[in-house]
């Protein structure tokens, strides 16, 4: 089974493709590639600080 681990290592997060599998009677892991370093998430904003263009302006 494959999977992505997260580490985070010195307050920084990083990714890592991982494997399970069995030796000796024993279930093992090994880290099969480096994905790199997690991208920080941007918080969204607010509704009210999204500004919509009109898109049906109303005729008078």
Not at 21 to 39: N, T
């Amino acid at each position: 089974m494959v999977f992505l681990r997260r580490k985070t290592i010195k307050g920084r997060e990083y990714l890592y493709e991982v494997e399970n599998y069995w030796e000796d009677g024993h279930v093992r892991q090994r880290v099969l590639k480096y994905r790199g370093p997690v991208a920080p998430v941007r918080p969204r904003k607010k509704e009210e600080e999204k500004q919509k263009p009109e898109t049906n302006p109303k005729k008078t």
